[in-house]
């Protein structure tokens, strides 16, 4: 009993800490930048929210920016999606010279820090001329280390003999990946597709460098041109934040049995 109501007073203290910044940022939203610096601090949300949501798109046309978001977070996932699914296959299930070492060179880009790649992944936008475009956001990043092992780890598990029936019974390459290895793959495919689409979403430091124009940038771009060198308004920074950061967490609430499952997928083998 007294380990169980230890536990409980453990967990209730961890949500506690998460939820509280979530709640803050939800009543700062609500809020002018006088009552969230306000003495004492507001407790319950204001009345300040569409004011708040008025000025941001007044300011740097929020409206666009969240669709310049979604689209490129949207295609993101779709491509890298394909790209980390078919290569994971190809290490899992397909064998080739040189394999595990390729594996384990890709495998170096999870301990590389993706600062070390940012100057020389400029001057290749450059010479290709595709700075301030969506391709430049979009395309460097498609075959993401951790995508692709986490595909691979899933596709471990998929017995070979599964494959083997489908090749006798006349599928190609192509149709074999579509019809066999995808659907079993749905929990691993969920979690994929989650982590993917909040790793573009958040990405700052690469569309920092190569967006040029406020009429492409992205939220966290449009949030931080918000921070003034004399004057800032919070109100308007809180309350773009949780328009950027409410939608994500109820997408993950949701979903959030598929990116478990789809996470846990292959690291136990029978």
Not at 72 to 95: N, Q, R, S
Not at 103 to 114: A, E, N, S, Y
Not at 178 to 207: C, K
Not at 245 to 255: G, K, N, T, V, Y
Request: hydrophobic share 55%; glycine share 8%.
């Amino acid at each position: 009993m007294t380990r169980r109501i230890m536990l409980t007073s453990f967990l209730l203290v961890t949500v506690t800490v998460v939820l509280v910044p979530f709640y803050w940022l939800i009543v700062g939203s609500t809020r002018s930048t006088e009552e969230v610096f306000g003495s004492p601090p507001p407790l319950l949300p204001g009345a300040h929210l569409l004011d708040n949501l008025a000025k941001l798109e007044s300011t740097i046309g929020f409206s666009r920016v969240v669709l310049n978001s979604a689209l490129i977070a949207t295609i993101y996932t779709l491509l890298a999606g394909l790209v980390c699914t078919m290569a994971g296959y190809g290490f899992a299930k397909h064998a080739f010279r040189g394999k595990e070492a390729l594996f384990g060179l890709l495998m170096l880009g999870l301990v590389i820090p993706g600062q070390v790649t940012l100057v020389p992944l400029f001057k290749m936008m450059l010479s290709l001329d595709w700075l301030n475009t969506y391709q430049a956001i979009i395309l460097p990043n498609l075959a993401l280390p951790f995508g692709i092992f986490l595909m691979r780890q899933s596709m471990s598990a998929l017995p070979d003999e599964l494959l083997s029936a489908g090749r006798v019974d006349g599928c190609g390459e192509l149709r074999l990946f579509v019809r066999v290895v995808l659907p079993p793959m749905r929990p691993a495919l969920a979690a994929l597709g989650i982590y993917l689409f909040l790793y573009q979403w958040n990405d700052f430091v690469w569309p920092l460098i190569a967006l040029r124009t406020r009429e492409a940038y992205t939220i966290p771009l449009a949030i931080a041109a918000l921070q003034g060198a004399n004057e800032t308004d919070y109100g308007q920074i809180l309350a773009g934040t949780a328009v950027a950061a409410i939608p994500m967490a109820i997408l993950f609430l949701l979903l959030q049995r598929h990116f478990v499952s789809g996470l846990l997928a292959g690291a136990v083998k029978e």
